[in-house]
C-alpha cells in the first residue's frame, strides 16, 4: 500500500500485528468510555479475522499510531460488494498530522480493489474531528440531506 499523499506509511495488517491492534481498539474504547473487553481478547479476535480473512485491518506507522478496521461482503442489490469501516482511530498524541486521512484513504482503495463501489461508516454525533475528515473526503451526512430519508442506527443485545 506504501505512504500515501501525507507521506504516512499504510499497510494491511498481519496476524503477527494482533496484539497492537487489540492494544489499540481497547484504548480507543476506553477513550471514549465505551464498554471493552481486554486488549488480549481483542488481539485473539483480530489474528483470527485476519486469518480467516473476514476483516481487513490496516495500520498506519510504525507503533502504530493508528488502524482501520473494514468488513466486506457481498451486495444483495448489486455484484458489487460493500465495503463498512468498522473502526478508524489514531492514537491522540499523532492526531492532526494526515494519519487518519493516509488510513481512510487506504481503506478506500482497499474496498475499490475488492469490488466495492461504495463504503459507509457510523461515528457519533459529537466526534467532531472525525466527522469533519469524512466530509473532507466526500462522505455524506444524510442527517444534514434535505433530499433524503434520515438514517437511524439501532442495536441490540441477542
Known amino acids: 500500500m506504501g505512504a500515501g499523499r501525507s507521506g504516512v506509511e499504510v499497510r494491511r495488517a498481519t496476524p503477527a500485528d494482533a496484539p497492537d ?45 493508528g488502524f482501520a478496521v473494514l468488513r466486506l461482503r457481498p451486495s444483495l442489490y448489486s455484484e ?30 482497499e474496498a475499490r480493489g475488492a469490488g466495492a463501489d461504495h463504503i459507509d461508516l457510523g461515528t457519533s454525533v459529537d466526534d467532531t474531528a472525525a466527522r469533519a475528515l469524512y466530509e473532507k473526503l466526500g462522505f455524506t451526512n444524510n442527517e444534514n440531506d ?11 443485545e441477542l
Open 146 to 156: 434535505p433530499d433524503g430519508p434520515s438514517m437511524l442506527y439501532y442495536e441490540r
Open 80 to 109: 458489487a460488494v460493500e465495503a463498512y469501516l468498522q473502526e478508524l482511530y489514531v492514537v491522540p498524541a499523532r492526531r492532526g498530522e494526515g494519519i487518519g486521512r493516509a488510513i481512510l484513504e487506504a481503506a478506500m482503495e
Open 21 to 65: 491492534l487489540g492494544r489499540l481498539l481497547h484504548d480507543f474504547n476506553r477513550e471514549y468510555s465505551d464498554p471493552t473487553p481486554e486488549a488480549e481478547f481483542l488481539a485473539k479476535r483480530f489474528r483470527e479475522l485476519i486469518e480467516r480473512e473476514e476483516a481487513v485491518a490496516l495500520v498506519a506507522g510504525d507503533g502504530p499510531e
